[in-house]
């Protein structure tokens, strides 16, 4: 199922399904967004706080809820990531998503929720910036308008030839030149902590998207470990290295590198593989549909999406 696209006029609803903050930390965001030609409305409970939280779980789920069955509402956009997503997928009513699909998009720790609301709804949703995010840089909003906007037919998203590079693996691409599937995934460390509960990730014959932030490269070993001996890695058709930003130490006298952790951990299993593709916690911030039957070609660094992801 499909959300409307993007239109002059259209409602963007924000939600804080995680971490806290406060208007002015996204007051120029939300006017970048009307003098884009569309309306704002923001949910209830958007500035709460609660320590680390952006308020109570069940006022975070309802805000999420009342967005869904808000006709007026056309997208859903969250604020920002942080923490607190997991926390209120029980709470969750994901037969009222399915009965009122639409735009939802975010990343980081919102991974959790578009990847369920795809796997338990069968919605597109979108890894994209939120409301938090510079949609000063070029190619972040042209991405972010172009996959809601015009959408509604098969289109490439190609990775930008000058980018900032976050690891330095020498090669253009890996193993088998394509692979088909859906695209699911997003930030590594939530996609390793939902393992084993009813919300985890579904990788069998999809394309498997992982970034991350801030990550010690043991930890992005622990981390990629995990998935391996759940099984998740092996039972996709190929992955996706977005950008691990930060993930890098000032030496490594006792570590390894975040170049030999993907080797080891990912490209090892010989799957084909794009690196280093702009999406994640960096600029520019590519928009990925999650739930989308897509190509990726390796040799180009290209995503091909095969089926309209809005309507």
Same mark, same amino acid.
């Given at each position: 199922?499909?959300?409307?696209?993007?239109?002059?006029?259209?409602?963007?609803?924000?939600?804080?399904?995680?971490?806290?903050?406060?208007?002015?930390?996204?007051?120029?965001?939300?006017?970048?967004?009307?003098?884009?030609?569309?309306?704002?409305?923001?949910?209830?409970?958007?500035?709460?706080?609660?320590?680390?939280?952006?308020?109570?779980?069940?006022?975070?789920?309802?805000?999420?809820?009342?967005?869904?069955?808000?006709?007026?509402?056309?997208?859903?956009?969250?604020?920002?990531?942080?923490?607190?997503?997991?926390?209120?997928?029980?709470?969750?009513?994901?037969?009222?998503?399915? /009965?009122?699909?639409?735009?939802?998009?975010?990343?980081?720790?919102?991974?959790?929720?578009?990847?369920?609301?795809?796997?338990?709804?069968?919605?597109?949703?979108?890894?994209?910036?939120?409301?938090?995010?510079?949609?000063?840089?070029?190619?972040?909003?042209?991405?972010?308008?172009?996959?809601?906007?015009?959408?509604?037919?098969?289109?490439?998203?190609? /990775?930008?030839?000058?980018?900032?590079?976050?690891?330095?693996?020498?090669?253009?691409?890996?193993?088998?030149?394509?692979?088909?599937?859906?695209?699911?995934?997003?930030?590594?460390?939530?996609?390793?902590?939902?393992?084993?509960?009813?919300?985890?990730?579904?990788?069998?014959?999809?394309?498997?998207?992982?970034?991350?932030?801030?990550?010690?490269?043991?930890?992005?070993?622990?981390?990629?470990?995990?998935?391996?001996?759940?099984?998740?890695?092996?039972?996709?058709?190929?992955?996706?290295?977005?950008?691990?930003?930060?993930?890098?130490?000032?030496?490594?006298?006792?570590?390894?590198?975040?170049?030999?952790?993907?080797?080891?951990?990912?490209?090892?299993?010989?799957?084909?593989?794009?690196?280093?593709?702009?999406?994640?916690?960096?600029?520019?911030?590519?928009?990925?549909?999650?739930?989308?039957?897509?190509?990726?070609?390796?040799? /180009?660094?290209?995503?091909?999406?095969?089926?309209?992801?809005?309507?």
């Amino acid at each position: 199922m499909l959300g409307n696209r993007l239109v002059k006029n259209s409602t963007i609803g924000l939600v804080s399904p995680a971490g806290p903050l406060k208007y002015e930390d996204i007051q120029e965001s939300v006017e970048f967004l009307k003098k884009l030609g569309f309306n704002v409305k923001g949910g209830k409970h958007i500035y709460d706080k609660w320590g680390y939280l952006a308020g109570k779980d069940e006022d975070r789920a309802q805000d999420l809820m009342d967005m869904f069955l808000d006709t007026t509402v056309d997208m859903i956009l969250c604020v920002r990531g942080g923490y607190g997503t997991m926390r209120i997928l029980p709470l969750i009513d994901f037969n009222i998503i399915k /009965n009122n699909p639409k735009i939802f998009a975010g990343f980081s720790d919102i991974t959790t929720l578009i990847n369920n609301i795809y796997q338990k709804c069968g919605i597109i949703t979108f890894h994209s910036p939120m409301c938090n995010s510079n949609f000063q840089d070029k190619i972040t909003l042209e991405s972010f308008l172009n996959v809601l906007t015009y959408g509604y037919k098969p289109f490439t998203i190609k /990775n930008p030839e000058e980018k900032s590079c976050n690891y330095f693996i020498n090669s253009n691409y890996f193993n088998e030149p394509s692979a088909n599937g859906i695209l699911v995934g997003g930030n590594l460390s939530l996609l390793s902590s939902t393992i084993g509960t009813p919300y985890e990730i579904d990788t069998r014959n999809k394309i498997l998207f992982i970034e991350d932030i801030s990550e010690d490269p043991y930890k992005i070993d622990r981390m990629m470990t995990q998935l391996i001996l759940s099984g998740k890695i092996k039972a996709c058709n190929g992955i996706i290295l977005g950008q691990f930003h930060n993930c890098t130490l000032p030496n490594y006298n006792r570590s390894l590198t975040l170049d030999e952790v993907l080797e080891d951990r990912i490209l090892s299993f010989n799957k084909p593989t794009i690196v280093n593709f702009q999406c994640g916690h960096s600029y520019p911030r590519l928009t990925l549909p999650i739930g989308a039957n897509v190509k990726m070609d390796c040799v /180009n660094q290209t995503i091909h999406v095969l089926e309209p992801v809005v309507k």
